[in-house]
């Protein structure tokens, strides 16, 4: 029988965050793929344990996968761990799951901390729906791209970004979106120095071209504001009719078929059709 990967999160800046349930499913691991096994050695001091570690992070995905698979697959239960946070999100554990998933071995999340749900959280940004977009791409040109396609998005919109990256994509940001769209950086999460600043855009945008960021953000951006469908008129529907008859329908069939999709009256649309 296989045995069981765990995802344990790790603290993302307080070691006060780390819960009974993570330090057991640690203690009770056979081994440990570790992103890096300097941090999670840390880690691991701090709860007085010991435990054999294997290196897994994005360089390493095949040779190291296959690795943990193979332990697994023999039956040891392995505690996948990240440096800070959530594993498999905006990580490549995200594919050790899909081989787990893939090949029958039971995957066992354990809650903890998140970097990004503390910041929508705390945002004071919409939460009831939104987006992760992670990290933007590092290409100037790929990551205009992908902001573009994120013009009509009305959900609020998660991004991490590291401090020297911060400026260039605060501009990026506001140019996209425009200046007065609301945005909330939540810096340093958990750490001594957390802060959250609520602006907009081009506030955010000045404010950090003349003070150099420090720590790693959680940006929160507001999505845009719902696009208001005009009222379906007759005239909307003769102008379906017209071209469902050119089509080949009847008019009968296409006065019934432009009356349900436009949500019209099919009596007054027909009338008005044959009184043309």
Do not use: W
Not at 1 to 23: C, E, F, H, K, W
């Amino acid at each position: 029988m296989a045995g069981t990967l765990y995802l344990v999160p790790t603290p993302i800046g307080n070691l006060g965050d780390i819960s009974q349930r993570m330090a057991d499913t640690l203690a009770q691991a056979d081994f440990i793929a570790a992103e890096d096994t300097r941090v999670s050695i840390k880690l691991l001091n701090h709860l007085g344990l010991k435990k054999p570690m294997v290196s897994y992070h994005r360089h390493n995905t095949d040779s190291g996968g296959r690795a943990v698979l193979d332990r697994l697959l023999s039956g040891e239960n392995c505690a996948l761990v990240t440096d800070a946070g959530m594993p498999a999100i905006s990580d490549p554990g995200e594919e050790l799951v899909a081989q787990c998933a893939a090949l029958g071995i039971p995957v066992c999340p354990i809650p903890g901390p998140c970097a990004l749900v503390a910041a929508l959280a705390a945002s004071g940004q919409p939460t009831g729906r939104f987006t992760f977009e992670g990290f933007l791409p590092m290409n100037k040109k790929n990551r205009r791209s992908h902001l573009d396609s994120l013009r009509g998005e009305e959900r609020t919109m998660v991004f991490y970004e590291a401090p020297h990256k911060l400026a260039a994509t605060l501009r990026d940001l506001a140019d996209t979106f425009g200046a007065d769209r609301p945005i909330s950086l939540c810096r340093e999460l958990t750490k001594l120095h957390e802060e959250i600043r609520r602006a907009t855009l081009g506030e955010a945008a000045d404010y950090y071209r003349d003070n150099t960021p420090k720590g790693e953000f959680v940006l929160v951006v507001r999505g845009s504001e719902p696009t208001e469908e005009g009222e379906v008129t007759l005239e909307d529907g003769l102008l379906l009719v017209d071209r469902l008859r050119g089509e080949g329908l009847s008019l009968r069939d296409a006065v019934r078929q432009a009356a349900k999709e436009l949500g019209l009256p099919r009596k007054q649309l027909y009338d008005r059709a044959v009184d043309r």
